[in-house]
T-cell receptor, first 115, second 117 residues
Framework: AQSVTQLDSQVPVFEEAPVELRCNYS??????LFWYVQYPNQGLQLLLK??????LVKGINGFEAEFNKSQTSFHLRKPSVHISDTAEYFC?????????????FGRGTQLTVWP | GAVVSQHPSWVICKSGTSVKIECRSL??????MFWYRQFPKQSLMLMAT?????????EQGVEKDKFLINHASLTLSTLTVTSAHPEDSSFYIC?????????????FGPGTRLTVL
């Protein structure tokens, strides 16, 4: 099975500052990696995904993430955050070749952007 | 990305009643649908996986007789919470996986807030 660790449960940051949300995973097989964002009382929206190819992945809203196989990490970054980025962020992993495509989620990181 | 709808978006019911939540894939055929439960300030907990035309597979600890899942078609899955009690109050989210997709991408519905009084 796979597992995901999001090291920070809360990340406070000031507006226009850079931010990094950390994600490490564990798996005995190759994986796909995802970052989702959840705004209050809403479902999850896909920010970006790593399927194959370039290890630097760009997503929506100016976010990017880098897949590091040796460190089994997939950290999410944004060079300058906005107040509207305040939300819960979930890292998820899925095994390649999985018939059902089950996602394993981290516990989430609450990003709070202060003016 | 794909569009997934859930109905209702919120529901309040009395203890002992049953509640049905619908999950619809609006623009593609979904072979597999997932049902999650989310408690406040916590991650998503997978409850069950349903494939069109077959019985749902429930996660350990989830009562199949209490949480009835019916994957009626390639665009519709329903979750029925039978004889609901206050401890069943939660945020329920469905997701769908596109038919033929080998990339394990899931698209999520907006969620349903269930409050049992």
């Amino acid at each position: 099975a796979q597992s995901v660790t999001q090291l920070d449960s809360q990340v406070p940051v000031f507006e226009e500052a850079p931010v990094e949300l950390r994600c490490n995973y564990s798996s005995s097989v190759s994986v796909y990696l995802f970052w989702y964002v959840q705004y209050p009382n809403q479902g999850l929206q896909l920010l970006l995904k790593y399927l194959s190819g370039s290890t630097l992945v760009k997503g929506i809203n100016g976010f990017e993430a880098e897949f590091n196989k040796s460190q089994t990490s997939f950290h999410l970054r944004k060079p300058s955050v906005h107040i509207s980025d305040t939300a819960e962020y979930f890292c998820a992993v899925s095994a390649r070749g999985s018939t059902l495509g089950r996602l394993y989620f981290g516990r989430g990181t609450q990003l709070t952007v202060w003016p | 990305g794909a569009v997934v709808s859930q109905h209702p978006s919120w529901v309040i019911c009395k203890s002992g009643t049953s509640v049905k939540i619908e999950c619809r894939s609006l623009d593609f055929q979904a072979t597999t649908m997932f049902w999650y439960r989310q408690f406040p300030k916590q991650s998503l907990m997978l409850m069950a996986t349903s494939n069109e035309g077959s019985k749902a597979t429930y996660e350990q600890g989830v009562e199949k007789d209490k949480f009835l899942i019916n994957h009626a078609s390639l665009t519709l899955s329903t979750l029925t919470v039978t004889s609901a009690h206050p401890e069943d109050s939660s945020f329920y989210i469905c997701s769908v996986r596109e038919r033929g997709s080998g990339r394990n991408e899931q698209f999520f519905g907006p969620g349903t807030r269930l409050t049992v009084l």
